[in-house]
Structures are given as C-alpha cells and as structure tokens.
C-alpha cells in the first residue's frame, strides 16, 4: 500500500477487501487487477445472466416480484447505456460483473443488492463465457472473405469455411481408422518366421493385447512395417490441415 493519496484509488471500498485493509489500493495495483478493459465485451451475457437469475429468485420467493421488475427494467436501462455509448467503465469496479452490478445500484438501490444472492463471480463468470461462445454456434449467416491465392476473394458464410475444415479432417481421421485396422492384428507366436510346432493359443494372445486377432502369415507377420509408413503418412497429410486452420482466418474475425 502506498501512503501518498494520490497514488492511491479514492474509489469505493472492493467487494474482496472486507475490513482487512484500511487504505484502498494503489491506481497501480488497481490497473494491474484490473478486467474490464477486455472483459467489458461480455457485457450483454452478464446482463442475460442476471436477467435469469433474477427472474428465478423472484420465482423461488427469495425477492418479490416488485423488486424483480425493478432490476429488469435496471439491466434494460444499462444495456441501452452501454450500446448507446454513454455507459462509464469504472476501472476501480474492475470487471464487467461489478461494473453493471454497481451501476444497478446506483439506478435502482437496494433491490440491486438483492441480485447477487445464491451467486458467485465465479459461476457468473463461467456462465457469461459460455453465452458467450454459444455466439458460435448462432452465427449462422455470418459473412467473411474467402480466400484464393493467398488472397481475399469472395465473401462466403463462415459455417461454409469451416465445414472445409470438417472435410479435411475427416479424412485425416479416416486415414487414421484405415491405418489403425490394418495395424491391430498380433503377430505374437509367429517365432523367427515359421511359428512354432507348440500348442500355443495365438488368439488368447492376441485377444489378452487388444488386437483383432493373429496375423495369419507367420513370416509377414515379422517383417512387416507397413503400419509405420502409414501412420507416418497419415501424420504428413493432417499437417497441412491443421495449418490451414490456423492462418487463413488470421485477422478477420475480432474475438
């Protein structure tokens, strides 16, 4: 803690500081600490969240259904705010739950305090990510380049981008299960290269090592290394694949 005033964060007292601390946290640490300058971006799933989670407390009967309408309406005002640009992001509340959260307070008073029963940032976190990704799945119509020589050509949907990767990798995949077919026979009780006249059980053996069953030529059964080059194959072809996935797109969307 720093003993100049001001170097230190005159801002309300922090949700995590109880009554540990006597002097608030320098503008230093607070930067350090600091989320909201990139999870700000979460702002409308923290908003679904708490609208939920609000409904359900009004449900449950642990607030009224007054003080539910109330911090909906709230949440409504502070998303029109935010996409209107005329919400302050306070680096002092430090991410997007405490800032939406403080600001509810501030609109509504006491029944914005109500909201963060049965709750934690953490699984309000976890919950906003999710939303969040669930965007994904949802972008259905999304438009982005496609490219050709290295080049931006024609705009295409981006599910139609990435179902190329599905392509690809399926037949990567397919290589791998053909590959891995022709491996999974046991060569175990072929000897040098004529087996044995003992009355050995090759496919106990075989069975007990997760493979098919025997090899059924003893002598290829030692000298074969097939599996190898094709697995080495298969390995070569699915580089390239991965590659693609991972330069093509660079810059085009901002996640």
Known sequence: MSSHDDDAS?????????????????VKVEKFTESISFDKVL????????????TMLAHQGLITDIDRDSILQGLDEIERKIEGDQFEWRTDRENVHMNIEAALT????????????????????????????QLAFNNKDLIVPGYAHLQSA?????????LTYVEQLERDAGRYIDCRERLNFCPLGACALAG??????????????GFTEPMRNS?????DRDFMLEFLYANS???????????????TLDL
């Not at 005159?10 to 320098?26: I, P, Q």
């Not at 024609?154 to 990435?162: C, E």
């Not at 991972?246 to 810059?251: K, P």
Request: no cysteine.
């Open 43 to 54: 702002y409308k799933q923290d908003i679904m969240g708490s609208k939920a989670h609000a």
């Open 154 to 162: 024609q705009p295409v949907l981006l599910q139609h981008v990435l």
């Open 106 to 133: 501030d609109l509504i008073g006491e029944p914005a305090k109500k909201l963060h029963a049965a709750r934690s940032r953490n699984d309000q976190v976890a919950t906003d990510f999710r939303l969040w990704f």
């Open 10 to 26: 005159s801002k309300e007292a922090k949700l995590w500081g109880g009554r540990r601390f006597e002097e608030s946290v320098t």
């Open 237 to 251: 072809n699915t580089q390239p694949s991965i590659y693609h996935t991972s330069w093509r797109r660079v810059g």
């Open 219 to 223: 002598i290829d059964a030692v000298s």
């Open 196 to 209: 044995t006249g003992l009355p050995i059980d090759r496919f106990m053996t075989a069975s007990a090592l």
